[in-house]
């Protein structure tokens, strides 16, 4: 299985997971380092693999791990192609020779896209001025 990172700060990375626990942190020390989003804890989440399944824990992050858009708050299963989000980073989970890119993205994924490419509204009146 891998995580592939589909909005943040290392969107495009992938990550295989060779060992269980994984622990995803903002720590070098973590065994997935998401050093560049600073909303990551320094150890925020662990996925778990046990026999064919997998499932993903939240380490007490002050911003919670937050799975299809619900955070969560004990062991919680994690199916293949799963978007969960911890700190601003969007990631999926896929088998490793899943080629098909995640393209269903959660509408908070995609609000918060739409937000970010929005004009910027101003409270100045209309100018004549050219």
């Known amino acids: 299985m891998k995580l592939i990172v589909i909005d943040g700060p290392m969107q495009g990375q992938e990550f295989f997971l060779t060992k269980s626990p994984t622990v995803?942190?903002?720590k070098q020390?973590?065994?997935i380092?998401?050093?560049s989003d600073a909303g990551v804890a320094n150890f925020h989440c662990r996925i778990i693999q046990e026999?064919?399944?997998?499932?993903?824990?939240?380490?007490m992050s002050s911003n919670g791990t937050w799975i299809n858009d619900k955070q969560i708050h004990e062991r919680t299963p994690l199916p293949p192609r799963a978007i969960f989000r911890?700190?601003?980073t969007y990631l999926?989970?896929?088998h490793d020779q899943d080629k098909q890119a995640i393209t269903t993205r959660s509408p908070s994924l995609k609000a918060k896209r739409d937000s970010r490419?929005?004009?910027p509204k101003?409270?100045?009146p209309p100018t004549d001025r050219q």
Do not use: K, P, S
């Open 51 to 59: 026999g064919n399944d997998y499932f993903i824990e939240d380490m």
């Open 122 to 124: 101003t409270n100045f």
């Open 86 to 88: 911890v700190g601003q």
């Open 24 to 26: 995803i942190g903002r």
């Open 33 to 35: 380092c998401l050093a």
């Open 29 to 31: 020390e973590a065994d």
């Open 117 to 119: 490419h929005a004009q």
């Open 92 to 94: 999926g989970f896929m």
